[in-house]
């Protein structure tokens, strides 16, 4: 079957959470991805084979011209399979179609050839100060 993308798409709380625990390897949470997204984001998009979650990304925005990429994550077994590059041609899409005209993602070194060799982001300098902890 093949894998389908959907910018918006439906999803539960459970299977997005159990998904970005694996993917940023943290124990599972409860985080109630639902209101998150509705209150935060852009758009997000589910990638689905069959009926299970195969990746998920979300797009945050500044209400403006400018979204950011965040928790673009794969299942492990399901990764070097394409998935996450068309997870994020599919949110560039989106972002595009809503009028934004960047898209920016942070990432770290390891992810680089992923983002900027297999999904076409330019590398630039940005700055980060930690907050907590």
């Known amino acids: ?17 159990a998904l970005h625990a694996e993917g940023f390897r943290h124990r599972v949470l ?6 998150q ?6 758009g997000w998009v589910c990638a689905r084979d069959g009926g299970a979650l195969a990746g998920f990304v979300n797009v945050a925005w500044d209400g403006g011209v ?4 965040l928790d673009t994550a ?9 998935i996450g590059t068309a997870l994020v ?11 934004c005209e960047w898209l920016h993602v942070d990432f770290d070194e390891e992810l680089g050839p992923f983002y900027v060799e297999g999904c076409g982001f ?4 940005a700055g980060l100060i930690r907050l907590a902890g």
């Open 89 to 99: 041609a599919a949110a560039e899409a989106g972002a595009r179609a809503a009028g």
């Open 122 to 125: 330019r590398p630039t300098p």
């Open 1 to 17: 079957m093949a894998i389908t993308y959907e910018w918006r798409g439906g999803f539960g709380n459970a299977e997005v959470n």
């Open 66 to 69: 400018h979204a950011f990429l």
């Open 30 to 35: 409860d985080i109630d991805w639902r209101a």
């Open 37 to 42: 997204l509705d209150r935060h984001s852009l």
């Open 74 to 82: 794969v299942p492990t077994a399901r990764r070097r399979e394409g």
